[in-house]
């Protein structure tokens, strides 16, 4: 097969191209029995549900352009072999994280995996209001196990710069996210858009040299820094939740680059599900404890991480970074904890900054959430907004200066009083 055997699938198709495929039929029963349908509501994919007799499964198909956007926009259909391999590191380095893969295709670009049900997209649930056992704990550990193993302090120096080169593939990936969210919400870029209310807060952030300077110097690091595997995209809209359990899906932004950058895109989509939450409100204050709850999962986040990665860090160093034969083999195990110590500073540093630019672009760029996209009122929409780019603001040009999670939300619940119009 060539690219040129590529054609993508529809519910329709689906059953005739697929209907050999023993991860399918044997899973599902025979494909006469099968239906069929289309539920992506992603920027790039298409995703099909499909359910037959005995069970059901996911078929997941790159499309050979920007789904958002259209056919004037191309990206290559390869991002499936990234994300697949993804996948299957993530399942290895944290069990039962992500879905389970059935098959990888990688001429139609596409991966069959299971159908995680009754759960739902966590940033609707978050919108909904519904809170999810477990959250924190379980998003935090996923950030510790997938980020130290998948960096040199953990892994055998050659499959760490094996990985590096694989995924150093991704490029188109890669360069929607180095535009997209370092550059591209601190200038009229074209296709950028917000809330009519917000143009001058927008005007103010864009004249902000500091900020400017700020966001490249994240940018920087962002392509510069291979220091372990990210998942890439790490939002709300990346984890799949029931009231129980929590999974995370769709790593197709998968590249080498700083550890704080997962952390910090998922604290950033926290947070802004807290700024939105004022305009999900049926009646005043009715979202007061849920608001308290986001809180406290971010900090749990954090917490879990940050205690994960230490445990990792004593028990499973086994990489070429910081080894024990230069610390607690020389007797030396209070040093180790101090460049332990000094590691997740850095990364605190990092994902605080890494979160401000996040804010940023989910509300000035081309990708916006539906946090705040599903709040009907646009004043309502643009005071919140306000406030959570303000408080992005902050955190990049501050992050030096913020020590702890207790800083950031009291910065966040300070706000949320605040107009920032
Ligand atoms: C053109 S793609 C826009 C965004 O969608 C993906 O989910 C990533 O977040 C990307 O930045
Ligand atoms: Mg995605």
Redesign the pocket.
């Known amino acids: 097969m060539t690219t040129q055997d590529y054609a993508a699938l529809t519910p329709e198709t689906l059953p005739r191209r697929l209907g050999a495929l023993p991860a399918l039929v044997e899973r599902l029963g025979p494909a006469d029995g099968w239906t069929v349908r289309e539920v992506g509501d992603?920027?790039?994919n298409l995703v099909f549900i499909v359910e037959g007799a005995r069970a059901s499964a996911v078929v997941k198909q790159a499309l050979p352009y920007?789904r958002?956007?259209g056919d004037s926009w191309p990206l290559p259909l390869k991002r499936s072999f990234f994300e697949y391999n993804a996948l299957v590191r993530h399942e290895a380095r944290d069990p039962g994280s992500v879905p389970a893969i059935y098959h990888f295709d990688e001429t139609q670009a596409l991966i069959v995996m299971e159908y995680l049900s009754p759960h739902i997209i966590l940033r609707q649930a978050l919108i909904n209001g519904q809170r999810v056992a477990g959250l924190g704990r379980r998003l935090g550990e996923f950030c510790a196990r997938t980020l130290f193993r998948g960096s040199d302090l953990s892994l055998p120096t050659a499959q760490k710069k094996a990985d590096v080169a694989l995924f150093s593939g991704n490029v188109e990936i890669c360069d929607?996210?180095e535009n997209?969210?370092f550059s591209d919400p601190y200038f009229a870029a074209k296709m950028n858009h917000h809330t009519p209310g917000l143009d001058g807060i927008v005007a103010r952030l864009r004249a902000d040299l500091s900020l400017k300077v700020a966001a490249q110097h994240l940018k920087l690091a962002f392509t510069s820094r291979a220091e372990t595997m990210l998942h890439g995209?790490l939002?709300t809209g990346s984890v799949m939740v029931t009231d129980t359990e929590s999974r995370v899906i769709d790593p197709e932004?998968v590249t080498y680059g700083p550890f704080g950058f997962d952390t910090g895109m998922l604290i950033a989509n926290f947070l802004m599900a807290w700024f939105s939450q004022n305009g999900h409100e049926q009646t005043q204050g009715d979202r007061a404890g849920f608001k308290d709850w986001l809180l406290s999962v971010t900090q749990e986040i954090w917490e879990v991480f940050a205690a994960e990665f230490a445990r990792l860090w004593r028990t499973e160093r086994t990489g070429i970074l910081y080894q024990a034969t230069l610390y607690e083999d020389q007797g030396h195990a209070l040093a180790s904890e101090q460049a332990l110590s000094d590691l997740l500073g850095q990364i605190w540093r990092d994902s605080l900054g890494f979160c401000g630019v996040e804010m940023h672009r989910r509300i000035l760029g081309?990708?916006h959430n539906a946090d705040f996209e599903s709040i009907a009122d646009e004043g309502i929409r643009a005071g919140c907004e306000a406030r959570a780019l303000a408080m992005g603001r902050q955190l990049m040009l501050g992050a030096g200066a913020i020590h702890g999670m207790d800083a950031v939300l009291a910065m966040a619940r300070r706000m949320d009083g605040e107009d920032h119009l």
Request: zero cysteines; glycine letters at 6%; aromatic letters at 6%.
């Open positions: 992603g920027n790039l920007v958002l956007v929607i996210t997209l969210v995209d939002h932004f081309l990708a």
